[in-house]
């Protein structure tokens, strides 16, 4: 799997303050769903405005297909193989949804005829072309969101771009979403995401990428979990009591206990090498087991650790 974008030491400064990027290297592969976390004012909105050309950086470089995201001569082959969706819409509101995805596409070159097409398909997927001539001064945030995510397809681009695309959508609106981003990646489409929901990340993403000015973290999620975490097994107890800690923390492999009555919570390092044994423990210290539960970190897991211990560092530094 090539790269579609590679980003080399990129940095942003702006007038006053610290860098809002530092030095950030990545990459990310053709048709894969990859996601830019962190907390506000992290850097992520200004890393997605760097990569779709929207601002220059401040040194390093953003690589497009190969080409470099600042050579003037390569500009409308950058942007015509990205569709962005930037933080706020940006939709003209006196305008109809069709007239502004009419502007839009004719803006990349495509005829009324191929926008009619290209609208009607995307409209219908979000269930708004009953409504395609009304005024998007009408619509509700989330169909706005709707809108600009059309319009951010409409030239039919390899690459999406998109801060916080499920922002406004109700329940159902946002599984819709999900589901067609999903179908984008099925498609081949290189899908960019920065967001602040890290159980769609971590449900959508072949990789995440956390930052906070600089790359604190890169992986799929689930390596993440196992490179952060030791396994967690929940063990509830019939006859429990804190007691059981006793019992527990010095049996081999056993790396952390916890008593949230009437469950006692284990980090072990190999499940499947001392579970057995801490069951056949607990046994026979005559505690009766009512059900083993495995359960398993979650990316917000890994976002909250990773970024507290920036926190931490950053602070211990000043």
């Known amino acids: 799997m090539s790269d579609f974008v590679t980003v080399t030491n990129l940095t942003r400064s702006f007038r006053s303050g610290s860098p809002a990027v530092d030095h950030i290297t990545f990459s990310v592969r053709r048709g894969e769903i990859f996601s830019l976390l962190g907390p506000n004012g992290a850097g992520k909105t200004t890393t997605i405005r760097l990569l779709s050309g929207l601002i220059y950086p401040t040194s390093g470089e953003v690589r497009i297909l190969g080409m470099v995201s600042t050579d003037s001569s390569q500009m409308e082959r950058i942007h015509n193989a990205i569709g962005l969706l930037p933080e706020v819409p940006g939709l003209y509101e006196s305008l109809s949804a069709m007239e502004n995805l009419r502007f839009h596409g004719r803006m990349h070159g495509l005829s009324d005829a191929t926008i009619h097409e290209r609208a009607r398909e995307l409209l219908t997927v979000f269930d ?20 600009a995510i059309v319009r951010a397809l409409l030239h039919d681009p390899e690459c999406l771009i998109l801060d916080e695309p499920l922002s406004g959508l109700d329940p159902e609106a946002a599984k819709s979403t999900r589901d067609f981003l999903v179908e984008q990646r099925r498609r081949g489409r290189t899908v960019i995401v920065s967001t602040h929901n890290l159980d769609d990340a971590d449900r959508l993403s072949d990789r995440v990428a956390v930052i906070r000015s600089r790359l604190l973290a890169l992986d799929t999620p689930s390596d993440l979990k196992s490179r952060l975490f030791h396994s967690r097994v929940e063990i509830r107890l019939q006859n429990g009591s804190p007691s059981v800690l006793d019992r527990v923390r010095s049996l081999p492999g056993v790396v952390n206990a916890s008593w949230e009555s009437p469950t006692l919570i284990l980090e072990l390092a190999e499940p499947e ?11 026979g210290a005559g505690f009766r087991l009512q059900y083993v539960t495995p359960t398993e970190h979650t990316l917000e897991d890994v976002y909250l650790k990773l970024v507290d211990e920036a926190r931490n560092s950053a602070g211990a530094g000043s």
């Open 273 to 283: 090498n001392e579970l057995p044994d801490v069951i056949s423990a607990l046994v």
């Open 128 to 147: 708004i072309w009953g409504r395609r001539d009304e005024k998007v001064a009408t619509y509700s945030k989330g169909m706005k969101q709707k809108v």
